[in-house]
């Protein structure tokens, strides 16, 4: 069982940046794969950005290209996402999540946090 917690959500205006961070508990002895994934109101969760186990791999949507960065201390089980440059249409529900090999796939991850909302006001 792997225990995922988020923070650094809030709001911001546009044009705006955050930092995301999500801490990893339980079964961290595992290489894990973590991901960023959000889900708007009245929208499907879609992917934002994955990184592997060593962050010797990021993938990112195309929306958010350019724009977020994800990284890694894997010795500290952390996992980050800054988000530069916000739009209105990057608000959502954050959610951190966890998976063995897992890529830009949601059905890749196994493990969820609760989320955290970012508001990006015009």
């Known amino acids: 069982q792997v225990h995922l917690a988020e923070s650094g959500g809030g709001s911001v205006q546009a044009g705006g940046s955050l930092r995301l961070s999500c801490a990893a508990s339980g079964r961290t002895n595992n290489n894990w794969s973590m991901g960023w994934l959000r889900q708007g109101a009245g929208k499907e969760r879609e992917f934002v950005a994955g990184?592997?186990?060593?962050?010797?791999?990021?993938y990112y949507a195309d929306s958010v290209k350019g724009r977020f960065t994800i990284s890694r201390d894997k010795f500290d089980h952390t996992v980050w996402l800054q988000m530069d440059s916000l739009k209105p249409e990057d608000t959502a529900i954050y959610y951190c999540?966890?998976?063995?090999?897992?890529?830009?796939?949601?059905?890749?991850?196994?493990?969820w946090g609760q989320g955290t909302q970012v508001t990006v006001s015009s």
């Open positions: 999540a966890a998976g063995i090999l897992a890529g830009n796939r949601q059905s890749e991850y196994d493990y």
């Open positions: 990184i592997s186990w060593n962050g010797g791999s990021t």
